[in-house]
């Protein structure tokens, strides 16, 4: 696979973050073919752990074809980090744009640069619990829609057993070391969508398609069917508030879903680990799971 120039600070980069992700962690890359090997292209990935960025680059400087993320342009203008950032190619959102494709403008010429732009089409880390992805951002099917090239849906799946989203105290655990799982699979087909007007029923419907199929990725590394329907979380938040998520086992089970899951022959339907029904407080009352943070805006819109 022929090597883009990566560059002194990308480099630098990988120097720095490699060596503790290989302590840390062990490695399942998959489906490294279907990452062009020249020309522009766009990733779409999930993000379910605030590690996802490293081990995603990490999968992806390991093709030779670096991504280049979103990020809020102010970040570009403030010392050492706005060196990085402008160092390893990173790309600024304007989100003062007038129109909705020009927020995007560098991401599109970075594209026709033959670069790949990454885009977390979640906007933000996923609140549902069991860490499927939500409703997607219209952002990475403007851009898809723009430039037409080749749109590649990638899940990933371990970081988040290690730093789960929104984590409380005890909550993170590096050991014993997961498995960082990363797969990429084929170019989604958005060929019918081209030459349509970008209206907001299309976009929503690229959305879509494009948030399928990395649920589709995602569901091969698990082994289990997702939901069938998507989190909304935004329109969950605006209807009864913040929402609820329950803590995590190592298996990324919740512990709620340990308690539902019987043992055999066991017909009070305790926990298989637990022993333990539903988990009361001194008083007898239900405990109820850990809250998350108000919903924040992501950066990939």
């Given at each position: 696979m ?10 630098l ?5 490699k060596?503790?992700?290989v ?7 998959r489906g490294?073919?279907h ?5 522009g292209f766009?990733t779409?990935?999930?993000h379910?752990s ?15 074809r670096?991504p ?9 203008r ?7 950032m ?10 003062e744009?007038?129109?909705?494709i ?5 991401a ?5 640069k033959?670069e790949?732009?990454a885009f977390?089409p979640?906007g933000t880390?996923t ?16 851009v898809?829609?723009?430039t037409?090239v ?6 990933q799946w371990g ?14 655990k590096?050991f014993?070391?997961?498995?960082l799982?990363?797969?990429?699979g ?5 060929s019918?969508?081209?030459?349509k007007?970008?209206t907001a029923?299309v976009l929503?419907?690229v959305t879509?398609?494009?948030m399928?199929e ?6 091969d590394i ?19 508030g913040?929402?609820r998520?329950?803590?995590q ?6 512990h709620a879903q340990?308690?539902?899951q019987?043992?055999?022959g066991?017909?009070?339907g ?8 539903d ?6 009352r239900s405990a ?13 819109a």
């Amino acid at each position: 696979m022929s090597r883009r120039r990566i560059g002194f600070w990308y480099r630098l980069a990988a120097v720095l973050l490699k060596p503790p992700l290989v302590l840390f962690f062990k490695r399942d890359w998959r489906g490294m073919e279907h990452i062009p090997e020249s020309g522009g292209f766009i990733t779409v990935v999930n993000h379910n752990s605030a590690l996802d960025p490293l081990s995603y680059a990490h999968f992806q400087y390991n093709t030779g074809r670096v991504p280049r993320f979103l990020a809020k342009v102010g970040l570009f203008r403030s010392g050492f980090v706005g060196a990085a950032m402008r160092g390893t190619g990173q790309i600024p959102v304007f989100r003062e744009s007038k129109d909705a494709i020009g927020a995007f403008r560098a991401a599109v010429e970075a594209i026709n640069k033959g670069e790949c732009v990454a885009f977390y089409p979640e906007g933000t880390l996923t609140r549902d619990p069991r860490m499927w992805p939500m409703k997607g951002k219209t952002g990475a099917a403007r851009v898809a829609l723009e430039t037409r090239v080749p749109v590649i849906p990638v899940a990933q799946w371990g970081a988040n057993l290690a730093v789960p989203p929104y984590p409380k105290r005890g909550d993170i655990k590096f050991f014993p070391r997961k498995t960082l799982i990363v797969q990429a699979g084929p170019p989604i087909d958005l060929s019918e969508f081209y030459g349509k007007e970008a209206t907001a029923a299309v976009l929503r419907e690229v959305t879509e398609r494009i948030m399928d199929e990395i649920t589709a990725q995602l569901a091969d590394i698990r082994g289990e069917a997702p939901p069938a329907e998507r989190l909304d979380h935004r329109r969950a938040a605006a209807s009864s508030g913040p929402e609820r998520l329950p803590r995590q086992e190592s298996d990324g089970r919740t512990h709620a879903q340990r308690e539902e899951q019987p043992q055999d022959g066991n017909k009070n339907g305790r926990s298989e680990k637990s022993g333990r029904g539903d988990r009361t407080d001194r008083n007898g009352r239900s405990a109820q799971p850990d809250a998350a943070p108000p919903a924040a805006e992501g950066e990939n819109a």
